[in-house]
C-alpha cells in the first residue's frame, strides 16, 4: 500500500510559477515510475508529467518546456515544478504512483491539489 500527499497548490496569475510536491509513504526507490495527472472541470484525468525509477521523463505536449518533474530518493517525494503558467493549466492535479509487483502494475492515488491560474 502506498500512500501519497500532494501540497503546494493554490492561485497565481498567468506567468506565474508554482511548485507542486507529493510525499510518498513508501521508500520511492521501489516505485516504478511516479507522475503527476490533471483533471480541469468537466474533463478527464490527463497525465502532465512522470519519471522512472531510472530517471527517465516524460512529458504532455502542454508541459514541454514549462514543466520540470524531479524526484528526491532521500525525502521520497516527487516534485513538479511549474512556469509560465497558463488559464488553461488550470485543474487539479493529482500525484500517481505506479508501482511493479511481479510484473502486475497497481496504480496508487493522492487526493488531488487545486492549481487556479487567474488574474
Known amino acids: 500500500q502506498v500512500q501519497l500527499v500532494e501540497s503546494g497548490g493554490g492561485l497565481v496569475q498567468p506567468g506565474g510559477s508554482l511548485r507542486l510536491s507529493c510525499a510518498s509513504s513508501v521508500d520511492i526507490k521501489s516505485i516504478y515510475q511516479l507522475g503527476w495527472y490533471r483533471q480541469g472541470p468537466g474533463n478527464v484525468r490527463r497525465p502532465v508529467a512522470t519519471i522512472r525509477n531510472t530517471g527517465g521523463t516524460d512529458y504532455a505536449k502542454s508541459a514541454e518546456g514549462r514543466f520540470t518533474i524531479t524526484r528526491d530518493n532521500a525525502k521520497n517525494t516527487v516534485n513538479l515544478q511549474m512556469n509560465s503558467l497558463k488559464h488553461e493549466d488550470t485543474a487539479v492535479y493529482f500525484c500517481?504512483?505506479?508501482?511493479?509487483?511481479?510484473?502486475?502494475?497497481?496504480?496508487?492515488w493522492g487526493q488531488g491539489t487545486q492549481v487556479t491560474v487567474s488574474s
Open positions: 500517481n504512483a505506479e508501482v511493479n509487483y511481479s510484473s502486475v502494475l497497481k496504480n496508487y
